[in-house]
């Protein structure tokens, strides 16, 4: 079972003069996002990425209000990619002071032996290279995000002749294969050019959670001479 923590919430943070501004801009709405990305802080060592979009997704509630939330009404502290809660820092400072203090205390009791200077620096050096291992991974994350797509989904968008849904399509979008994008670019354009009234036209969210560039489409051949229709599969 995963250990969960709980935070103290100051009864009168009403009171306080930015929450006021941010009350009166974004009423209840925007305060109950603040405290949602306090709670995100907490679970994430008080440091979240300055992704509006993602956190605004997470929350369903509009990306300008959460950058509103972020960047107005100086509740965070923001520094390069990532914000964080000075509120949050001291909070989990003192907690982990107290387990420190907790740990200790029980060695005391049970006559266990404080971890020496030798011991210390053993496990400074094994936290050390999680760290590098970790930051190795995360590199590798941020070289696959780096390489250039076939096909981004601006031009998606552009070639969709149906715009709705923009936010939850892009996310959608930036979780495909690159074989599915592919597969797209070459087959998109003739599921649009076949479609003559836009309202037969699948929203594109639609399109991209059924992955209808799979399926097969019938062309309408307009020609008589020509015959009849055909069938192609996408």
Same mark, same amino acid.
């Given at each position: 079972? $995963?250990?969960?923590?709980?935070?103290?919430?100051?009864?009168?943070?009403?009171?306080? #003069?930015?929450?006021?501004k941010l009350l009166r801009k974004h009423g209840m709405s925007g305060y109950g996002c603040y405290? !949602?990305?306090?709670?995100?802080?907490?679970?994430? !060592?008080?440091?979240?990425?300055?992704?509006?979009?993602?956190? !605004?997704?997470?929350?369903?509630?509009?990306?300008?209000?959460?950058?509103?939330?972020?960047?107005?009404?100086?509740?965070?502290?923001?520094?390069?990619?990532?914000?964080?809660?000075?509120?949050?820092?001291?909070?989990?400072?003192?907690?982990?002071?107290?387990?420190?203090? !907790?740990?200790?205390?029980?060695?005391?009791?049970?006559?266990?032996?404080?971890v020496n200077a030798n011991e210390k620096d053993i496990n400074a050096n094994a936290l050390r290279?999680?760290?590098?291992?970790?930051? %190795?991974? #995360?590199?590798?994350?941020?070289?696959?995000?780096?390489?250039?797509? %076939?096909?981004?989904?601006?031009?998606?968008?552009?070639?969709?002749?149906?715009?709705?849904?923009?936010?939850?399509?892009?996310?959608?979008?930036? $979780?495909?294969?690159?074989?599915?994008?592919?597969? %797209?670019?070459?087959?998109?354009?003739?599921?649009?050019?076949?479609?003559?009234?836009?309202?037969?036209?699948?929203?594109?969210?639609?399109?991209?959670?059924?992955?209808?560039?799979?399926? #097969?489409?019938?062309?309408?051949?307009?020609?008589?001479? #020509?015959?009849?229709?055909?069938?192609?599969?996408?």
């Amino acid at each position: 079972m $995963k250990e969960t923590f709980y935070f103290s919430h100051d009864y009168n943070s009403r009171s306080d #003069e930015k929450i006021r501004k941010l009350l009166r801009k974004h009423g209840m709405s925007g305060y109950g996002c603040y405290w !949602a990305i306090i709670e995100d802080l907490y679970q994430n !060592a008080n440091a979240l990425r300055l992704d509006y979009e993602g956190i !605004a997704y997470d929350l369903r509630i509009d990306s300008k209000i959460v950058e509103s939330i972020i960047n107005d009404f100086e509740l965070f502290s923001i520094s390069d990619k990532t914000f964080g809660s000075l509120s949050v820092e001291r909070r989990l400072n003192e907690r982990n002071e107290k387990s420190k203090k !907790a740990q200790d205390s029980a060695n005391i009791r049970w006559g266990k032996p404080k971890v020496n200077a030798n011991e210390k620096d053993i496990n400074a050096n094994a936290l050390r290279i999680v760290c590098d291992s970790n930051a %190795i991974k #995360e590199s590798k994350v941020k070289d696959r995000k780096n390489n250039i797509s %076939i096909f981004l989904f601006d031009e998606f968008w552009d070639l969709y002749n149906k715009k709705i849904d923009t936010t939850k399509c892009k996310v959608k979008f930036e $979780k495909l294969l690159e074989k599915d994008r592919v597969r %797209i670019k070459e087959t998109l354009p003739t599921y649009i050019s076949n479609i003559k009234d836009k309202t037969f036209l699948k929203n594109p969210l639609t399109y991209l959670n059924n992955k209808c560039w799979n399926d #097969e489409l019938i062309i309408i051949n307009n020609n008589q001479n #020509e015959g009849t229709n055909h069938i192609v599969t996408i």
